[in-house]
């Protein structure tokens, strides 16, 4: 089996992590995929990863407890080609660019894959240019709504 490609999936405590697994292992079925999941989480025995690394996921508790570093450094060590997210939360972008992984996406809900930075200031300007953008549409959405109910109220 050639797993020349070494893929790393951080993986919430949901039903559909077995799901996405499974995805995974249909696109790179030649892969090493290891499973990043929670100390808490429970996953199925039939399991479609390689390798499953249990951690206290969330950055803020593992700074607090002292442990972020150790699990970058880990994180670092498996050498990924690619580091899979499912979340485009600004912690979890700035977690998967500090793995030093190759490429890494955030695989959303429906099969919506989208690259994502692998560079911890390149994911900062992208995360914060994509909320900036959001925020803009809804103040225009708001204004425009607000605008025709003014216009539509004057004009009586």
């Known amino acids: 089996m050639n797993t020349d490609i070494r893929i790393g999936m951080l993986?919430?405590?949901t039903e559909d992590a077995a799901l996405?697994?499974?995805?995974?292992?249909?696109?790179?079925?030649?892969a090493h995929i290891v499973a990043i999941i929670s100390n808490h989480a429970s996953l199925p025995d039939n399991i479609q990863a390689d390798e499953i690394m249990r951690s206290e996921l969330s950055p803020l508790h593992l700074l607090i407890k002292g442990g972020f570093a150790q699990f970058v450094k880990e994180l670092q060590g498996k050498q990924f080609d690619l580091f899979i997210i499912r979340f485009a939360s600004l912690k979890l972008r700035l977690m998967a660019a500090l793995t030093n992984a190759t490429r890494c996406e955030i695989w959303l809900q429906g099969g919506t894959i989208w690259p994502t930075a692998v560079k911890v200031r390149v994911a900062l300007q992208e995360y914060f240019r994509g909320r900036l953008v959001g925020t803009t549409s809804l103040v225009r959405i708001y204004l425009s709504i607000l605008f025709s109910w003014v216009s539509r109220h004057h004009s009586r």
Request: proline share 7%; glycine share 0%; no cysteine.
């Open 20 to 30: 996405l697994l499974k995805a995974a292992r249909r696109l790179y079925p030649e």
């Open 11 to 13: 993986l919430n405590e």
